[in-house]
């Protein structure tokens, strides 16, 4: 059976004749809540065409993004494994199909196949890099940069150049207000690097875009192409 998300692809076939009877195909919507914080972590989501968003969110409400998961890998890994809480919220960025697992039926294979176990630690140590070069560049680099970024990662995952997202959305990816958004993506229109519209931004210049982005887009993205080779 072939799977579009790259970690099921990854699996020997004995793990994957484990873990397919629990595996469900699903459908998410934009904005779709998978988890919110102190919830049970109790299924475990494999996106195919789906972007899901792992934010924190803090007492006021303000939501800041930490990592993205799409076709490359899994959410959410270590709460699933450990049995604890969420710690962040979980939600569709984009909408799309993604198949969905019981995080105990994970748990037990993994426990039973040291080669699942180490796949699994090794998605994982690459979601906290994301999230860990994704500290250090909201504190070093400029929001412009950080939007650039963001969408070429989000054009990596669906490979569209329209892109679903919502200034509100941006606002979450990037760590700053929403009433400065605006400001931040006509600036890299007026580079002729985007267009947008209500609710979708096309990118009009993919390589313009890489050389505006800040360092961290090659970055993460060269761990992310190590990461799908896997």
Known sequence: MEFRNYLLSAL????????LPSLVEISIERGQVLLEPGAAADMVFFPSTAVLSVVTIMRDGHAVESSTVGHESAAPILWALAGQPSKAR??????GAAARMPAAVLRAAAAASPGLANLLIRHSASINFQAEQGVACNIL???PQRLARWL???QDR??????PLTQEYMSVMTGVQRTTISAVANQLRNHGLIKFSRGNVEVTDRAGLEAYACECYRVIRTDFDALRQR
């Open 12 to 19: 020997p076939a004995a793990d994957i004749a484990a873990l």
């Open 90 to 95: 979980i939600f569709a960025q984009i909408g």
């Open 141 to 143: 680099h400029g929001a």
């Open 152 to 154: 070429l990662m989000t």
């Open 158 to 163: 669906i490979g569209n150049r329209t892109l």
